[in-house]
């Protein structure tokens, strides 16, 4: 709406006007157009509305948002099974106490069943199609004295054996009391080769014949052999030849593994040093088969783990097994016979003939009372201190 014009005022009659600059007329501005507010509306009070009618709903956002949250993630939780949430952890089971069963009994054996076993696996080898396979069968029944390896071993003596193989038959027939075998090693210790002599000798020692010993000492003074033949007469109680093991074994500057084989070979003469160092020497594996058999010469128990344990070695169990014997002439060997009985299905035939070897050893008869004694001859009882 335009603003109302205002009427000139009237000039005084009679007075002449005053000059004045001629007027500029300016357009009126135009009016700018009123700003009205829209009439605010009140919501009528709780009080006044009618009575049963419903009040005007409000929408909560934040609630309905987070319902719309929680179902979604309920969803997702189905339909990925729980992959990637920690689980809650399950109770824990209590199981029901164990009830103590007793292991079974391990299967009795019988020493005797396994002797004839072995035997008859040794009589089977021997007509294997390799010789050298029935020479060592032929060896092993020769243990029982059986008939047919003495005559095998016998015809062998004449044809067929190496040298070697002839000192260890007549070895065999010399401890069946076969006269023949006897004489075959005497008659050895004058071959031309030193190793058989050496050989034959030893055979002779171990059967108690003097002439082995006699031989021997005349290796005594060959450092090539001195102490091998040391080694096999202090068995005897030989002077010279504890002599001589007893100055290398406290020699300081003396070879390291010589000084061990003599300190090894005193232990049979009971001198406290010399059964200290063999024990010593049951931890060094190269000596360990050598102390174990020392340590059963002089009956102390502490050969015996390192022996029973070398008869799961084939290469070892026939000599474990000797020893053994020597340590416990009247033992009982079923708790030793398990891993030779296990040898005996191997596929090779040494194992087999090594373990039937060691099992007739073991399963052998115990020797009459004064048999196991030792020899009057043997080394006299050492001084105190004495090496």
């Not at 075959?184 to 055979?203: E, F, T």
Request: charged residues 20%; positive net charge.
């Amino acid at each position: 709406m335009a603003a109302p014009v205002a009427a000139p005022a009237s000039a005084s009659v009679g007075a002449p006007a005053p000059a004045t600059a001629p007027t500029r007329l300016v357009a009126p501005a135009a009016a700018k157009p009123a700003v009205v507010d829209p009439p605010s509306v009140t919501p009528p009070p709780r009080a006044a509305l009618q009575p049963g009618a419903a009040p005007r709903a409000r929408l909560r956002w934040p609630l309905i948002i987070g319902a719309l949250a929680v179902v979604v993630g309920l969803a997702l939780a189905m339909s990925t099974g729980g992959r990637g949430r920690s689980k809650p952890a399950a109770p824990p089971v209590i199981a029901p106490a164990p009830v103590a069963v007793a292991p079974p009994a391990p299967e009795a054996i019988d020493a005797a069943a396994v002797r004839a076993r072995a035997i008859t696996i040794a009589r089977g080898l021997m007509t294997s199609p390799a010789p050298r396979i029935q020479h060592l069968a032929a060896l092993v029944l020769a243990r029982a004295c059986e008939p047919a390896s003495l005559t095998f071993l016998l015809d062998n003596l004449d044809e067929g054996a190496k040298a070697m193989g002839k000192v260890a038959a007549a070895e065999a027939l010399f401890r069946c009391g076969d006269a023949t075998g006897t004489a075959r090693l005497k008659a050895a210790l004058a071959d031309p080769s030193r190793d058989v002599k050496s050989d034959a000798a030893r055979a002779l020692v171990r059967g108690g014949d003097p002439a082995g010993a006699t031989f021997l000492r005349q290796l005594l003074g060959l450092s090539s052999y001195r102490l091998g033949a040391a080694e096999v007469l202090v068995t005897i109680g030989d002077a010279q030849s504890i002599k001589l093991l007893t100055a290398v074994a406290g020699t300081q500057n003396a070879d390291a593994d010589e000084r061990t084989r003599a300190t090894i070979a005193l232990a049979i003469t009971g001198d406290a040093d010399a059964l200290a160092g063999t024990r010593a020497a049951l931890e060094d594996l190269r000596f360990r088969p050598a102390a174990a058999a020392a340590l059963a010469r002089a009956h102390d128990p502490v050969a015996r783990p390192a022996l029973v344990a070398n008869l799961a070695v084939s290469a070892l169990r026939v000599d474990a097994a000797l020893a053994l014997k020597e340590l416990e002439p009247a033992l009982d060997p079923a708790p030793l016979l398990p891993p030779l009985v296990a040898a005996l299905e191997a596929d090779r035939d040494l194992d087999q003939l090594s373990a039937c070897d060691a099992i007739l050893i073991l399963t052998a008869p115990a020797p009459p009372a004064s048999a196991s004694e030792p020899p009057a001859s043997g080394p006299p009882p050492p001084a105190p201190g004495a090496r």
